[in-house]
């Protein structure tokens, strides 16, 4: 099985900080995870960030200026650094892996299985 694994996620108050990371090493295929998606309760999945082997970072306009998508390459780890947390951030955070063109659109082949971040006021 090829299962990115995140970690980093916990409780912060709103304007606080928190730094996600996703493990693609440890297996014997290693995945380019290169993308992170969030969903909140009662929403729906929603990309995030994501990263090219070039080192190209595209953000959604709800994080743009407050998270930033970055690869240790030295750890074969993904990571998103998130500062200036709002109420709305809490969510489940997922990384995304292997990702192609499909009918005009990005699909991903593997995802980890989340890690949840809360903030509060």
């Known amino acids: 099985q090829v299962q990115p694994v995140e970690s980093g996620g916990g409780s912060v108050q709103a304007g606080g900080s928190l730094r996600l990371s996703c493990a693609a090493s440890?297996?014997?295929?290693?995945?380019?995870?290169m993308a992170w998606f969030r969903q909140a309760p009662g929403k729906e999945r929603e990309s995030i960030a994501d990263i090219t082997s070039g080192g190209s970072a595209h953000y959604a306009d709800s994080v743009k200026g407050r998270f930033t998508i970055s690869r240790d390459n030295a750890d074969n780890t993904l990571v998103l650094q998130m500062t200036n947390l709002r109420l709305e951030d809490t969510a489940i955070y997922y990384c995304?892996?292997?990702?192609?063109?499909?009918?005009?659109?990005?699909?991903?082949?593997?995802w980890g299985q989340g890690t949840q971040v809360t903030v509060s006021s």
């Open positions: 995304a892996c292997d990702r192609k063109m499909v009918a005009g659109r990005f699909e991903y082949k593997y």
């Open positions: 440890g297996y014997t295929y290693n995945p380019d995870c």
